[in-house]
């Protein structure tokens, strides 16, 4: 797996409203604009922890997500900013945070007139399932097409087990009722192929590695847990999805037999 990039935030240019934490598009230390997702949001680290996981195992499944980069924030960015609510956010987000690649020109999927084909439409649906994603709806997408070609974005509300940590291992081996509402659930005809296609390249080294790239620091905001344990608890999670991952390519397969 690669190391993620890390830069220094330089420029805060607007936020973004249409999401619920409030990021913000901002430049960095390398010149490029980045879709910012602050530590000081409403879930806090938590939803870092989700945005890093989801999006690189998103790049490990070869499907296109703009690229994750570490971005540091010292205490007086963006401070000539007006928006008091904005202030807030960037004062509890001093430190590290995390940013996507802006796909400048980009537009919202819109799942009325874009299509995709079944096996793209099939890995994106395991995937989201895989990681317990409830936020890739119809009425939010969180995909863009950039260049002709679907992108994915946001993965913030995923691994929703660790907003309790309590039974997270009943959690492991859901089904997932709630890929009912995917927005590419209709188009998904080749789970199987998914399946099989996404446990070889979705290892238990690359889980390994992936929960190994979570930040000291956002574990340490997360929870009262041990970080050591928290990242055994990542791990054993998505180790376990892994193994039972028939249960949830089933149960997306009943659920859109009954869609269609």
Known sequence: MDTLRREF????????REGGSLPALAEASDGFKYAVKFRGGGHGSKALIAELIGGITAKQAQLKVPELVFLDMDENFGRTEPDEEVQDLLRASTGLNLGLHFLSGALAWDVSVNKTDALTASEIVWLDAFLTNVDRTARNTNMLIWNREL???DHGSSLYFHHSWDGWEKSAISPFPYIKEHALLAQASQLEQADEAMRKLITPQFITEAVDAIPE?????AADINPDEQRRVYRSF????????SIFTNHANDARKALI
């Open 217 to 221: 620091e956002w574990l340490l905001q």
């Open 9 to 16: 935030l330089t420029r805060y240019i607007l936020p973004l």
């Open 151 to 153: 992108w994915l974005i």
């Open 238 to 245: 998505l180790l376990t999805r892994l193994e039972n991952s």
